[in-house]
């Protein structure tokens, strides 16, 4: 049978005349893959009309689905905050153009139940499960009995008075996960378990451009997950690095950042240009990088990474990720350890995992940096 290598990356979205040359710069790496996983951020349409609730509704060019396929993946989540920007033809024909290219999809569907169904792949024996949910979640973009829409992991927040007994004084944020969506969840890992010999879960969650930050729901969904069966978190959506945890011997990526995700620009398709809309002005508050940068992201937004997994005798042995610099034109590019930003990353990675107060190691042995290694 023999190792077996799992890669897995963040946002993708390539949305140009060209699509394959958003990949030219790690295709070689991607092509190692046995298997190779992603998160898609637009909707991939030609059809729908902007819902009225979302900042910017995001859908890349139809041939970008076969693009997407020629780079490797082979399953996509595609539980994303985007998944119903153009409305439901738009939906539909996303899924439709991403089987077509014999791309299997997880967290998104006709329905809730077709959204929380799992994806399995058997590699030589090997049993592979997917399972993607979204706490990002703009009004109605999760699915139900009756709608289409992704496989929702609701957060609920909370404001608490430092002094409770003082209005309108400083609060403490808390959040956790919605409860009817997490026991959906361990309701869907408890199934998929004894069919898989791998059960990983995607997640669209996180707090967006902030650097380092975790909410305290991610935490507590990701060592729900764990316990109950999971073997490996992907976490997505945040277009920033985020810290990494090993938790009882697996690993939580709380975000993998963007990959192959074209500058929001791109997407815009409004009057005037992005950055002078309010919705933008709103998020680029989030962090001050934003105005010292020439680009319509923070600086850290392009540092990015992809996830290798090795698996053997039915399980995880080893788990590393590769750093990855996204060029002006936001194209990713493998990245040597002699290049001085493979070093930036790396340490980025140590800087915000002390930051979150997570006891994280992260060994670099060669062009890869471990977390879990037999």
Not at 37 to 61: D, K, S, V, W
Not at 344 to 361: F, G, P
């Amino acid at each position: 049978m023999g190792e077996k290598l799992l890669i897995a990356t963040g946002d993708i979205g390539p949305n140009r005349e060209n699509p394959d040359e958003m990949f030219n710069g790690v295709r070689a790496s991607l092509q190692e893959a046995d298997l190779l996983f992603g998160q898609l951020e637009p909707c991939i349409a030609h059809t729908g009309t902007p819902a009225a609730q979302c900042r910017l509704p995001m859908r890349c060019r139809p041939e970008s689905a076969a693009a997407i396929r020629r780079a490797g993946y082979d399953v996509i989540s595609f539980a994303t905050n985007h998944c119903m920007d153009w409305g439901r033809p738009a939906f539909f024909e996303t899924l439709e153009l991403l089987q077509a290219q014999g791309i299997r999809t997880i967290g998104a569907g006709a329905d809730i139940f077709a959204a929380r169904r799992p994806a399995v792949v058997d590699l030589d024996g090997t049993k592979i499960g997917f399972l993607g949910y979204n706490s990002i979640l703009p009004q109605d973009y999760w699915a139900n009995e009756e709608r289409p829409g992704c496989a929702p992991l609701r957060g609920i927040t909370a404001a608490v008075p430092r002094e409770h007994d003082q209005p309108e004084t400083p609060v403490r944020l808390f959040s956790w996960p919605h409860p009817d969506d997490l026991d959906a969840m361990l309701d869907d890992i408890a199934r998929l378990r004894p069919q898989v010999d791998v059960l990983i879960v995607s997640f669209h969650w996180g707090i967006h451009f902030v650097p380092a930050v975790l909410a305290q729901y991610q935490r507590y969904a990701a060592h729900f997950a764990i316990d109950a069966g999971a073997d490996l978190i992907l976490g997505h959506h945040t277009h920033i690095l985020k810290p990494m945890e090993v938790y009882k011997g697996r690993a939580i990526v709380y975000s993998m950042a963007n990959f192959a995700l074209e500058e929001p620009g791109r997407f815009f398709e409004g009057k005037g240009e992005l950055t002078q809309s309010k919705s933008h002005q709103d998020i680029a508050a989030l962090n001050p990088d934003m105005k010292k940068s020439r680009r319509q992201m923070p600086v850290d937004s392009y540092k990015t990474l992809y996830v290798k997994c090795v698996i053997d005798e039915k399980r995880i042995k080893r788990v590393s990720f590769v750093p990855v610099q996204l060029d002006e034109g936001a194209v990713p590019h493998t990245l040597n350890p002699e290049d001085p930003r493979f070093g930036e990353i790396v340490d980025y990675m140590r800087r915000i995992t002390a930051d979150q107060k997570l006891d994280t190691q992260y060994t670099v042995d060669g062009g890869e940096v471990y977390l879990i290694r037999d």
